[in-house]
């Protein structure tokens, strides 16, 4: 039976192209790229180039370009020097951030005091930038606002020009997660006067280790990891050749084919959304997922009209790799706070959510032989339910 992978928003799979960039550079650009002989300044040219690359997808300059291992730590290391070296004595967020910001947010308001104010979606999963403005004005003290570029459970998305008007209106900090959105949309930091986003290479087929924090220059932002003058003295540390090359590769075909993906992707979850409706009786979609033009075209969120907790385990038996939310979540027992936001008591009780992302390897087919393993587990699940009643 051919494997089906449908959970590009928690990883994708490495283009052909990267692995064998990557290959090439720990075959022979081994250098340090600290050293100052050939070796190392190779090496070092080699970062250099990838730097540029990602400074000219934003439209920033190179110098604002941090290599990091991944989102996470780029996210970690924005909220908590911001709390530590730039003074900010309030975060405003939302309950629904990955885990990444989320927790660290937490860490800073136990740790250092720091307050925190929430502000909670609609049941669409949408931000009130009025609500947004109105808290900004409540008080005096420095803020910093995270909010996420695009949800990676229900796909919304934030209008990042008008949040970083609102900020730098109300001389706010604004840090928004990119992860899910980088290298999938476009994206220019010269019209958007944010002050910090995050890059994860294995959201866009580059490797896993790899990523970037955007730290805009005037910002003043100071490193966590200390230890070496690398990455501009923000992030110490021997910088990973063959994961920044992987990640350059996976930006450069990335962009080079973005529309051809993006038509292509929104054709494949369209055909998803059509067939589940046909399909599947009495199924929803989650927040604005199923809105192709207020939704991210990578992640579709569905609601399946049965409690069933073991769905990502069957269609895995049926050689279906699917994810019933963030990856970062797997294993909990607990619905995660994005549904717990979206969904009333009623459907937490008696539905299930489901998370279908796509990339450009994702095939018709595939949502076929998708729909068609719900449809089995439906029937089984409706039989069974049956036999209860009845007994």
């Known amino acids: 039976m051919d494997k089906i992978y449908l959970d590009n928003a928690a990883t994708t799979p490495l283009s052909e192209e990267v692995i064998d960039a990557m290959v090439g550079v720990m075959k022979v650009n081994f250098g340090n790229p600290s050293s100052t002989h050939t070796f190392g300044q190779e090496a070092k040219v080699l970062i250099e180039n990838v730097r540029r690359e ?59 005091g720091v307050e925190v104010v929430y502000l909670r979606p609609n049941k669409k999963g ?24 695009a949800n990676n459970e229900i796909g919304n998305l934030l209008d990042l020009k008008k ?14 997660d990119t992860v899910q959105s980088m290298a999938h949309l476009e994206m220019d930091f010269s019209e958007i006067p944010l002050d910090f986003a995050s890059c994860s290479a294995h959201k866009f087929h580059g490797p896993k280790g790899s990523g970037f924090a955007f730290v805009r220059k005037s910002s003043g932002l100071k490193g966590i990891i200390t230890g070496g003058p690398q990455e501009r003295s923000l992030r110490a540390g021997t910088e990973n050749v063959c994961g920044i090359v992987g990640l350059g590769k996976a930006l450069e075909l990335s962009l080079k084919n973005m529309e051809e993906y993006t038509s292509h992707i929104e054709e494949v979850k ?110 089984t699940f409706s039989i069974e339910k049956t036999d209860v009643e009845n007994r």
């Open 270 to 379: 369209q055909y998803a959304i059509d067939r589940l409706s046909a399909e599947i009786g009495g199924v929803k979609f989650n927040g604005r997922s199923a809105e192709l033009d207020k939704s991210l075209y990578t992640v579709l969120s569905v609601l399946l009209p049965f409690k069933d907790p073991m769905i990502g385990l069957k269609l895995d038996m049926k050689g279906i790799a699917i994810s019933q939310g963030s990856a970062c979540s797997s294993g909990a027992t607990h619905p995660s706070m994005v549904m717990m936001t979206v969904l009333d008591e009623e459907e937490m009780e008696h539905t299930t959510p489901l998370r279908v992302s796509f990339s450009h390897l994702t095939t018709k087919a595939e949502i076929d032989r998708l729909v068609e393993a719900l449809k089995e587990i439906a029937v």
């Open 126 to 149: 949408d931000i009130d930038l009025a609500k947004l403005e109105e808290v900004l004005k409540t008080s005096d003290k420095k803020t910093l606002v995270s909010l996420m570029h």
């Open 54 to 112: 990602a400074a000219d997808y934003l439209h920033v300059s190179p110098a604002e370009i941090i290599f990091t291992s991944c989102g996470t730590e780029s996210n970690n290391m924005i909220i908590k020097s911001c709390v530590n070296h730039l003074g900010v004595e309030r975060i405003i967020t939302s309950p629904i951030e990955h885990k990444c910001v989320a927790e660290t947010v937490l860490d800073m308001k136990k740790r250092r």
């Open 163 to 176: 949040v970083a008007a609102i900020c730098k209106e109300n001389n706010a900090l604004f840090h928004s």
